[in-house]
């Protein structure tokens, strides 16, 4: 992974309410948002991921579900959203049988956690998310809530690394 200092700098030197929007886009948790800005500056790339990390832990239930609005449905990338669709792009062409199993797997476990499931997309196969949605699913309330957290603060981290390594 390379190193854009100006990135980190821009990112640093952002007015508070720029960088709240910015922060915003990463994860959908004012609360998050807010500890990551208050963290500032981050000297280096790391105190930046660190901040997340930090700011993960701090989050309560309901942080989490704020954090859980900002995400599509597992097997429904947002329509022009680039973000959505490149971090779901292993559901994009599979068989129409899996993404109807994926579906009533989603709406289970809705129905039981009243929150949309959450996995770090990135780099899976509908299968593969499928299988851990089913996996979890009979976990209870509290267990789920601490692989939710973590589960974000790994899309958390892939989303600020990409901020970082635009020129």
């Known amino acids: 992974m390379t190193n854009h200092p100006r990135a980190l700098d821009a990112l640093a030197a952002a007015d508070a309410a720029e960088l ?19 963290a500032r500056p981050w000297p280096d790339r790391s105190a930046l991921l660190a901040a997340n990390a930090a700011a993960m832990e701090s989050l309560t239930v309901g942080d989490l579900h704020d954090a859980m609005a900002g995400h599509a449905r597992i097997g429904e990338p947002k329509a022009g959203d680039a973000t959505s669709e490149r971090e779901q792009a292993g559901v994009q062409g599979v068989d129409q049988a899996l993404l109807d199993e994926l579906h009533r797997a989603n709406a289970a476990y809705e129905a039981k956690f009243g ?7 990135t780099g899976r196969t509908a299968a593969t998310m499928l299988a851990a949605l089913r996996e979890r699913y009979p976990n209870d309330p509290a267990a789920e809530a601490e692989i939710v957290r973590g589960e974000l603060r790994k899309i958390n981290d892939i989303r600020i690394n990409r901020l970082l390594d635009k020129s």
Do not use: T
Request: proline share 4%; glycine share 0%; hydrophobic share 60%.
């Open 20 to 38: 709240e929007a910015i922060l915003l886009e990463i994860c959908s948790s004012p609360r998050w948002a807010a500890a990551v800005a208050k």
């Open 115 to 121: 929150h949309v499931f959450l996995i770090c997309a």
